[in-house]
């Protein structure tokens, strides 16, 4: 496991979530570019958030008929009123 | 949305679909009291009114447990298999929902809501009840821990077939 530089990590995570901007996101680019330890830590961090979303889709509950029926019927319900 | 009831269901998805529909008459009956805030932060509101549910279903009481107890009890399920292994027999699958299950609760529904169910840092701290900045560091811990768990040549392509 690749940890990033101290001052860079709460970056990255922001970063692979889409929430840093501005100063923020231009230094944490400037620093990429010269930093392969950051660089391989931000790539593994963003297979990590890839394969829990692959796990994720995956995961389809198995419900049985009636109880559809009835979260669908539930649904309605909300619906028309 | 049934998913993640699922997961706090621990696994038994029928017992989950009651809480999706227990949720969804209290949130309606809620908005039928005219409060402004549900509709403004629609998913965060009904996640949260999941996990209320949940909550209450299973006995915990989160009054009288905040973050910081929660997260300083080792999970005694930890690296059990978890309530989704049945359900699909891939191999990292389960390596990864074990090593989820391994995570403190708070880290664990911080990497579930942002990083499986996709909600936005603001939302998972309403569903939480707990400040953006917690979230963000629970993450980070979360999926560091989780880097850790899977090891240094976790690979789900190269360990498919092994
Ligand atoms: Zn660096």
Request: with cysteine; aromatic share 8%.
């Amino acid at each position: 496991m690749t940890k990033p530089c101290l001052h860079t990590g709460w970056m990255i995570h922001r970063r692979i979530d889409h929430d840093l901007r501005g100063f923020w996101s231009a230094y944490l680019e400037y620093h990429l570019s010269g930093c392969p330890r950051c660089r391989e830590a931000l790539a593994a961090l963003l297979k990590l958030k890839a394969d829990l979303q692959n796990v994720a889709n995956r995961e389809t509950p198995k419900l049985a008929p009636d109880r559809w029926a009835a979260l669908e019927a539930e649904w309605d319900k909300v619906d028309k009123d | 949305m049934l998913r993640f009831a699922t997961r706090m269901a621990a696994g038994n998805a029928d017992l989950a679909s009651d809480w999706v529909q227990d949720a969804l008459i209290q949130a309606y009956r809620s908005y039928l009291k005219l409060d402004p805030e549900p509709l403004e932060y629609f998913r965060a509101w009904m996640y949260q009114i999941i996990r209320h549910v949940a909550y209450r279903a299973s006995g915990k009481d989160q009054r009288t447990q905040n973050v910081e107890d929660i997260d300083a009890v080792a999970d005694s399920s930890a690296m059990a298999p978890s309530p989704f292994d049945e359900l699909v027999g891939n191999e990292i699958d389960v390596r990864i929902r074990r090593a989820l299950q391994a995570l403190p609760e708070t880290q664990r529904m911080c990497v579930v809501l942002v990083d499986m169910e996709q909600l936005d840092y603001e939302e998972t701290s309403r569903v939480m009840g707990i400040p953006t900045g917690t979230v963000r560091s629970r993450l980070s811990r979360g999926r560091m821990k989780l880097q850790e768990l899977l090891g240094p040549n976790f690979s789900p392509h190269q360990e498919y077939h092994s």
